[in-house]
Every structure is written in structure tokens, then in C-alpha cells.
């Protein structure tokens, strides 16, 4: 009996210890909850400002249907304004104001460049209809896209206090719109150039000697021999071909925004690099217009009616003009002494 | 005048999203255009927090530096707004905004993206105040009605706070003190040069 008394007693004293221990494993959890610390795990906004790199942003996840949307903070925002309000501007003034003073001291010291022969009253045509149309084309878009692009980074500090903001604001609505549909025969124009003239506008030896005599352009009365384009032509062609291209490439992707997906830093690339490219675009093209008017004798014929003068011809393009003559047959191939 | 700000207590948002349709409500925002938004950050993971966005009226904003009509103004209580008569909808504010507040409409082919829409702080426009041609620009102008932003009126958690930029720092100052913890007044560094101390 006592045995079986104390077997019982052993048991219960077994049983307790299992409940007191049980209750102490229980209690473990509980106290965890009972002092929760947000503070320790909660995502704060300094730090992921601080450990953000540079060109990224604080995003999280959105339920509204626009990806735009669930990027919080883009801090490079800033960095585009800097880059928009000072850099820009800056670039543009040098590129195009440089551009224009240097041609001035140009013109000043050279002076117009005269046709030595003076004009010799026969033509050849230089360009034919379809060439003149290309160019032009391409020209007067790209008038309009510059004067409305320099009023995008210009006109509120140049335009706007003359006209007042609405109708300064008005202006350049229509700029905008201008802009976004002369882009397409821009395009198509410099597209048709590449086509048409690339094979005149290969480089080859003859461009090196044309470089190393200046062109002649800073030495009365020197003229390198060229072909249907000189060295000076090819760098304006390839500018505008590979200029164009960037261009193109950029203005796509303003003309529809974020089609590489919903990334505002694309954009401000874009932006940026059609803006830079713009400023150095139109200096490169303010020579061109000088030297291809102002600047040169005989030299709008070419634009113009298409038939330069033989004497302009023989000075700058004396290979091109000798290949037309053979062409016309007006001088034989090879002079045959008569037996 | 005080200088009015937004103040979004993310350890209270729990992203109901009641203030981004409270917005679309009031001021008939179209399709496609959310002035105001909510961003959960580290979503699912310990720690997440959601911050309800919008403009946060900017001293020395972005968005009119970089505008190219000087379409932006600032109004005695530091509200930023702009006028939709000027607007071209280049794009220039959405790349310089560092909230991307501005939102445009698609109305057309190409970039012609429209007028540019973003929060007024219930503030209206350029118009007369409390006019139909204000509303239909630029919705409810509730602080000429001496009324705050709607969105941080309906709070229900009182997480977005609107008004007196001093008072609501106060307010949630107190509260990170007495609670012990605070993830910060998103977007007010960026915004205004300084957060709230804490």
C-alpha cells in the first residue's frame, strides 16, 4: 500500500515539474511580444536616402496601373535641373555664340572668298533637282527645329520679356507642336542625304592633302584638288548623317516617352544628350550656311539653281568638274596625236 | 500667412488608399492621372512602410526652375501651382520633379501629352477662386472655402497631415516622442532642405 502510495506521489511530483517546465517554454514567446520594437526594424527614410546611389531611386510597390507612380523620391531630379538650368545653356552659348564669333573674325580677316577666275559665264550642273529638294527639305526643317528647340532652353529669359509670358507661352505651344511633326521630314530628309550622297562622301587620301592645305581657305589663291566633295563637305556631311542619327534616336524617345519602360532617368538621358547634341549641331550648321552663302563666291549656286559656275568648279572641285567634262565628252578621253 | 506642408506619418499609413481616391473625388481628376498616390516601401518584408505622396510644394521648386514658360507660381501660403493656360506639356517638370507629382493626360499622338495636372493642395489655380473655370482646371479650391487639402482631412489613422508646416513638425515630433519611434517626414529634405529633427 505505502509503495503504491508513493509511486502515486512520484507521479504527481513528475506531472508538475512537466507543467512548470511546459509553462516556462510557453512563456518564452509571450514575452517577446509583450515589448515590440518597431524602431529597430522599421524601413526609415535617412537611411535609404543615404545608402541611395547615384542615378537611383527610393521605390516601392504601387496598386494604381502606372509603374511611373511607385518610384517615391528620384533625387536626380535635381541633378537634371542643375544640368537643364546651367550646364545646357551654357554648352549652347559657347557652341553657337563661339560659332558665330569665330565666323565673324573669319570673315573680317579672309573676307569673302572670291573666285580667282572670276566668273567665266559657263555653268555645270552641280546638283540636280532631286538632290535640291533633299536638301532643302532637310534645311528648312532644321531651321524650324532649332529656333523652336533654342526657344525651349532660351526663350524664357530671351523671348518671354519681350512679348510678356502668355503670349511667349503661345508661341512656344506652337514651337512644341511644330517640332513634333517637322521631325518626321527632318528624318526622312537626312535619311535620303545618306542615300543619295554617301558614295561621294567616303574619305579617302585626297581629303588628308585637302586638310593639310587648309582647304585654302586661309590662303589666297590656293586650291587643293577635290572631287565631288571636298574634306571640309565630307565633315558637314557625316555630321549631319551621324548628328541626325543621335538626334533622331533621342527626339524618338521624347516623341514617345518611356516606350523603354517606366524610367524617368531614361528620359533625362534622352534629354540631355538631344540638347548637347542640338547646340553643337546648329554651330556646325551656321558654318555650313555661311561658307555655303555669304562666305563664298558662286557657292549658293550649287543650292540654289544646281548650275555653279566652271571657273568655281575648276578652283575648288577641279577633279569633279574634269570627270562632268569627260562625261559630256566635251574634252576626249586621252588626246590621240593625229598621225 | 503660414507655409503650408504635407507630412506623412508612414509608422500610422496603412495603405487604404482613401486619400487617393478622396483626391480623384473631389477635384474630378480624369483617367489616368493620380495627383496624389501611395508607395509601400519593402513591401513583405519586416519593416515595410507605406507613404502616401503627392506635390510636396517645394521651396524653390524644380518644377518651375526647369519650366520653359514659366508656367509655375508660388502663392502667399507656399503653395505651388501653375497655370494650365500657359503649360505645353514639354515634360520638363515630370524629369526635374523629385516626387513625379506632375502628371499629364494623353491627348494625342507623339509627345503631345497635354496639360500638365498635379495636386493643388486643394488650392485651385490662376482663376478667380471658387469659379467653374477654376474647378474645371484645377478642381475644388477648398483653401479659399478656409477648408485643408481633403486628403489629410479624411485621414482615417490622421497619418497625412496638412497645414502649418511648424505645427504639423510639432505634432509629429510629439508623436515619435511619446511613441518612441518615427521612419521619418518622407520627402522633406528633399523638398524643403530640412527634416524634422528627432
Known sequence: MKTAFNFLRAGALALFVGFAAGAVCASAPAAAQQAPNPTAQSVKEEQLL?????????????????????????????????????????IGALAVLGMLGLLVVFYLVRGR???????????????????????????????????SGLNLTYGKSVVAPL?????????????????????????????????????????????????????????????????????????????????????????????FPFSDGPFVSEQQFWVNVHGVLAMVFIAAMLAHAY???????????????????ENWANEHHSLWLEEQKKLEGKVPPRAVPAE | MARVKFLCDADRCIECNACVTACKNEHDVPWGINRRRVVTINDGLPGERSVSMACMHCTDAPCAAVCPVNCFYTTADAVVLHSKDLCIGCGYCFYACPFGAPQYPRVGNFGSRGKMDKCTYCAGGPE???????????????????????????CSTKALLAGDGAIIAEIYKERVTRRGYGSGAWGWKTAYKDGVAL
Not at chain 1, 527610393?58 to 509603374?67: A, E, H, K, L, W
Not at chain 1, 533633299?134 to 531651321?143: E, L, M, P, R, Y
Request: charged content about 15%; some cysteine; aromatic content about 12%.
Open chain 1, 113 to 147: 572668298v572670291k573666285i580667282d577666275g572670276g566668273f567665266s559665264g559657263r555653268t555645270v550642273t552641280r546638283f540636280g533637282g532631286f538632290d535640291r529638294f533633299v536638301h532643302w527639305v532637310t534645311a528648312s526643317t532644321f531651321i524650324v527645329l532649332a529656333l
Open chain 2, 128 to 154: 478667380a477662386d471658387l469659379t467653374q473655370a477654376e474647378y474645371v482646371k484645377y478642381g475644388a479650391n477648398r483653401l479659399a472655402e478656409g477648408k485643408l487639402p481633403i486628403c489629410a482631412e479624411m
Open chain 1, 291 to 309: 561658307i555655303g552663302s555669304v562666305g563664298m563666291e558662286g557657292a549658293f549656286d550649287a543650292m540654289g539653281t544646281g548650275e555653279v559656275d
Open chain 1, 50 to 90: 543615404n545608402a541611395l546611389k547615384p542615378g537611383s531611386t527610393v521605390s516601392g510597390r504601387i496598386t494604381i496601373p502606372d509603374q511611373n507612380a511607385s518610384t517615391l523620391i528620384q533625387p536626380q531630379g535635381q541633378t537634371w535641373r542643375a544640368f537643364h538650368q546651367s550646364t545646357l545653356p551654357l
Open chain 1, 163 to 255: 512679348f510678356g509670358d502668355a503670349a511667349f507661352a503661345n508661341l512656344a505651344a506652337w514651337g512644341k507642336i511644330a517640332h513634333n511633326y517637322l521631325a518626321f521630314p527632318f528624318m526622312a530628309g537626312v535619311a535620303l542625304m545618306f542615300l543619295i550622297w554617301v558614295k561621294d562622301n567616303v574619305p579617302n587620301r585626297l581629303d588628308v592633302e585637302w586638310l593639310k592645305a587648309g582647304g585654302g581657305l586661309f590662303v589666297k589663291g590656293a586650291h587643293p584638288p577635290a572631287k565631288r566633295f571636298n574634306a571640309g563637305q565630307k565633315g558637314i556631311f557625316w555630321i549631319v548623317i551621324l548628328g541626325g542619327l543621335v538626334m533622331s534616336v533621342s527626339g524618338w524617345h521624347l516623341l
